[in-house]
């Protein structure tokens, strides 16, 4: 069992394959339990303000009592949708949030980010695009906020790159990767979300059930997969964050 003074060796050697067998059929609620017992430090949010991260920061911040708020990360790529800003400013100070945003060195604006990469770096060179706004800031942040797990909001059900998906694993950097509702469905998310009255992003009922950069989001239509409206056409499932495609 992990201990208050977990390193990132003693995380590496968690016993994985029993943590989760153990979760597999527990509540969320559950998991963000034993997890915030067991790491009371060193522990971080990344969200991206979706549905589902909204629904773990409410497990958080009301239903699991920490004696410190969790860091909830978000990584402005200066290319999201207004209501996406709109939705984390509301949820600063519906929560409290200890809210940590992070974004490229290179550039503060759009404007910036365009006089420095081109016109539209997502279009010439996609995986460029998600190094500079995700990948590096997210690794940065996580470094900066002394990171030994951290949090996301991946379900097995959202695309096929994540039906094997665990609660509990390793990342490339030796940290513990939560996913507290991996078994969890979409409708299983949205119940929890009219239950407990939280506040989410207006695109998601306006045929967005995956929001991301403006640029690369598109609306789904009916029997589409769930994130079939990101990177439409590219043949990308991932940004690189969980894993390269």
Known sequence: MATPTESPLQIQNLNL??????????????????VVSNIPTGLVQASAFNVD????????????????????????TLYHFPQSLELVAKAKETYNLNLQVYK????????????????????????????????????????????IAWITGRRRDQAVTRTRLEIFEIDPNNRLKINPIATWTRKESWAYVAEHGVIYNPLHDQGYPSIGDEPLTTPVAEGEDERAGRWRGMGKTECGIHMED
């Open 53 to 76: 991260d909204m629904v773990i920061t409410d497990i958080l911040y009301r239903q699991v009592k920490v004696p410190n708020p969790v860091p909830v990360m978000f990584l402005d």
């Open 104 to 147: 490229t060195l290179e550039a503060n604006t759009r404007e910036e980010f365009v006089a420095k990469f081109g016109e539209a770096l997502w279009e010439t060179d996609v995986r460029a695009f998600h190094r500079v706004t995700k990948i590096e800031p997210l690794n940065r942040g996580l470094d900066e906020l002394n990171a």
């Open 17 to 34: 394959d029993e943590l989760n067998e153990k979760f597999e059929t527990a509540h969320p609620i559950e998991i963000l339990e034993w």
